[in-house]
């Protein structure tokens, strides 16, 4: 491992990258958090609770970013919806309802737009 660059990876793993969760099944079924950057695709985790995939997340956005690194790939910026603020990926799809949906369109809704 090019140590130069494992410190770059660990320097722009720190910017302030939105982190996601939700509520997922296991193939057997077992419920399990996922906790994801959208800037990142790629970059997820899971864990029993959301802590401990926001955790698992923590520790392998470095490594995520080294291997893009690596490989000569453009690291995106963090696009933030909520500064420093980590948000349940429920909460964001609710947010995002709330801005697009008439007030007369009940919330859980899908919208669809038509040409």
Known sequence: MNQQMWQQAEKLGNRPYQMMTFLDKTTDGEPVYVALIPELPG???????????LEMLNEV??????FMLED????????LLNTGK?????????????RVAQPQVPRGVFLTHEA
């Open 72 to 79: 000569r790939l453009a690291i995106p910026e963090p696009q």
């Open 43 to 53: 970059c997820h985790t899971h864990g029993d609770t959301i802590d401990e995939a």
């Open 61 to 66: 956005k470095a490594e995520f970013i080294y």
């Open 86 to 98: 980590r948000i349940n990926l429920g909460d964001y799809l609710d947010n995002v309802v709330e």
